[in-house]
């Protein structure tokens, strides 16, 4: 084997180190705190892989660099442009995996929705993701990876002038359960948090969990974001039958969790997050059970814990082989107001960038036959037209939004 091959297969990822990881990294090169945070900055703010070019770091640091360590950047296999300025990224994770990062833009924040596992173990009926199984657990690297990338790629695109950024919140809303990666998750959160890597605020920062009580409770003592919980049903049987995981986690128990992270937590409600399934989930009834249930009233409530909350209506996208079909508008609309009555702050989410499947939370089964995937992917790519330049797109989507 080539020399530099067999270093390149040694090289840690730097991606994968919080800052105090890094700190405690280039302590081991006998370097101070200062220069892993100086390292930092090149690497999060200005998206440099190339310790060449690190210009204020010393010679000999930069040639220990080049020869130890590595910014091992996700490969994407296709971008894809909505009308609406969404944009979406494949990556190539390997072994026939491909994971989903989505950018949301909107007038006043730029939103990426990102992966924290390729598949998913958990199965909820409606989750295209869930029918796929589960592959592996991303990395911290693979998790901050998707942020690196699609920040610096969108400030390239869109002429952003230095200290300006393109992504303001993020989400972990893509494929995975955020909560069932724990020890890779935190870390990639500390990234997102600080300030010399991104600086997104806690509130800026959503973890959104199928309910996984003892992780939020570790959530709320390690790194407090804000948290949105996917409800789907107020009552144990119909979610039993929706999000498996429901089975190990009653709904009295994830409510005792909620409102135990709110102690914490840095907004002061936590988002329920309901996909709205036609004749499944979504009558009047059912909207009384999800108002009685967050009153910390009814069967499956936590008796007299009133947990202060945002609900979001997701309209069901739909997939093949799921069987279930997306609510009704009216049916949605109807449901919202029976929750606003009671006081319940609810909004529908938009569905966007349907013209590229980047509906947020689902991978619109592209990478279901894992064997096939690269295939179809290419095809698809070849099948495509140019993207359109994203400026004309960023105008249109603004154009859209008034
Ligand atoms: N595993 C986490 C986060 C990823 S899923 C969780 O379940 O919360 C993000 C959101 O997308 C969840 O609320 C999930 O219920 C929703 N979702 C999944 N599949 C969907 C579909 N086909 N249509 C609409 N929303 C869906
Ligand atoms: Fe996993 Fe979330 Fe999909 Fe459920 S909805 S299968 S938890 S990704």
Same mark, same amino acid.
């Given at each position: 084997m080539r020399r530099d091959a067999i270093a390149h297969m040694s090289?840690?990822?730097?991606?994968?180190?919080d800052l105090d990881a890094l700190a405690a990294w280039c302590a081991g090169l006998g370097e101070k705190r200062f220069r892993a945070q100086q390292l930092f900055r090149w690497i999060h703010q200005k998206g440099e892989r190339d310790f060449g070019r690190m210009s204020d770091l010393a010679r000999t640091l930069r040639e220990q660099l080049v020869q130890h360590a590595e910014v091992r950047a996700l490969q994407p296999m296709s971008e894809r442009r909505s009308a609406d300025g969404t944009v979406k990224w494949l990556f190539d994770v390997g072994g026939g995996n491909a994971i989903e990062t989505v950018f949301i833009p909107e007038d006043d924040r730029g939103t990426l929705c990102i992966s924290s596992? #390729?598949?998913? #173990?958990? %199965?909820? =009926?409606?989750c295209s993701t869930g029918h796929q199984g589960f592959s592996r657990n991303l990395t911290t690297g693979e998790i901050i990876g998707q942020l690196w990338h699609a920040e610096h790629a969108l400030r390239r695109q869109l002429g952003l002038a230095a200290g300006e950024r393109a992504i303001t919140n993020v989400v972990m809303m893509g494929m995975g359960e955020p909560l069932q990666n724990y020890a890779a998750l935190v870390p990639a959160l500390r990234m997102m948090l600080d300030d010399h890597g991104y600086g997104l605020s806690r509130r800026r920062v959503t973890v959104s969990t199928s309910g996984m009580v003892s992780m939020i409770e570790r959530l709320r003592d390690d790194c407090p974001v804000a948290l949105a919980v996917s409800l789907h049903a107020a009552n144990d049987a119909l979610r039993d039958e929706l999000v498996p995981l429901n089975r190990k986690h009653r709904l009295a128990d994830l409510m005792r969790a909620c409102h135990h992270y709110l102690e914490r937590a840095p907004r002061d409600f936590i988002t329920f997050e309901y996909c709205m399934l036609d004749g499944v989930n979504d009558s009047d009834a059912h909207a009384r059970e999800v108002i009685e249930l967050v009153a910390g009233r009814g069967p499956a409530a936590a008796p007299g814990l009133r947990i202060p909350c945002k609900i979001n209506l997701i309209p069901f996208n739909p997939f093949p082989q799921s069987g279930l079909r997306r609510s009704p508008d009216a049916r949605v609309q109807a449901f919202a107001r029976v929750l606003q009555a009671a006081g319940l702050v609810t909004t529908v989410r938009k569905t966007r960038g349907d013209d590229i499947d980047? #509906?947020?939370?689902?991978? #619109? %089964?592209?990478? =279901?036959?894992r064997t096939q995937v690269r295939v179809r992917l290419q095809r698809r790519r070849e099948a495509e037209p140019l993207a359109a330049p994203v400026a004309a797109v960023a105008q249109a989507a603004q154009g859209a939004a008034r």
């Open positions: 090289a840690v990822n730097l991606l994968d180190f596992q #390729a598949g998913c #173990a958990v %199965g909820c =009926r409606f980047a #509906a947020c939370g689902q991978l #619109a %089964g592209e990478v =279901r036959d």
